[in-house]
């Protein structure tokens, strides 16, 4: 895999993690198991921590593949008060710092997530949806919409009724996202926010500049 359609996939995972940048209602504390299926059918698996705004995502990057990650045990940790999101590499003890404006170049072309949960509406200013009835997606109960882009494009969410969050969502190039075993509570500070001691990268280590500070 090229180390763009590797980007690609990151991309994904962080459009996922920030969708609780509008809630109109904030939803609730939890952790779960994940899987993000690309349209190739490469699955990753990993863990979601949401501590309203904060949320985690662990996974293990696929190795020689290419891309910054380089393979191994890897967070992604956004938090949307500031906008601010990490990219931190456990068994290299580093990690890389963005901004939303830093983001922005590689979210061009990437896969798109909703940008806002509304339970009323939970499609964002430049899209419109319409609910598809109600399903139950890996023991939970969800809300179904179907969401179209200012494109035409078509995306679909599985929103719980009760965490308000997307239990799984599909891009309409196909990739997909959901969780299983859910468990509601709240969660530690510490997992949003890289650990003491990692060293911080530059941004233009994800070219294949890799310096630590």
Not at 52 to 68: E, L
Not at 106 to 114: D, I, N, T, V
Not at 191 to 205: N, S, V
């Amino acid at each position: 895999m090229k180390q763009t359609a590797y980007l690609k996939l990151t991309v994904f995972v962080v459009l996922v993690l920030a969708v609780s940048c509008a809630w109109a209602q904030m939803p609730q504390p939890f952790s779960a198991d994940t899987l993000i299926t690309q349209k190739t059918g490469e699955k990753m698996t990993g863990k979601i921590y949401f501590s309203p705004p904060k949320n985690r995502m662990d996974m293990t990057a696929p190795a020689g593949k290419g891309g910054p990650m380089g393979g191994g045990n890897v967070s992604m940790i956004n938090d949307p008060s500031t906008k601010t999101m990490y990219m931190v590499m456990h068994d290299r003890k580093m990690y890389m710092e963005f901004h939303a404006d830093q983001m922005a170049p590689m979210m061009g072309h990437a896969p798109k997530a909703p940008s806002s949960f509304d339970p009323s509406h939970p499609c964002g200013a430049d899209a419109t949806c319409k609910k598809a009835g109600t399903e139950t997606v890996n023991g939970r109960v969800c809300d179904k919409w179907i969401m179209t882009d200012k494109n035409g494009a078509t995306s679909t969410a599985w929103i719980d009724q009760k965490l308000l969050y997307p239990i799984k969502a599909q891009s309409s190039s196909g990739e997909t996202f959901e969780l299983t075993n859910v468990k509601e509570g709240p969660q530690p500070a510490s997992l949003f926010q890289p650990p003491a001691g990692y060293q911080k990268m530059d941004l233009g280590g994800m070219m294949g500049g890799q310096r630590p500070h």
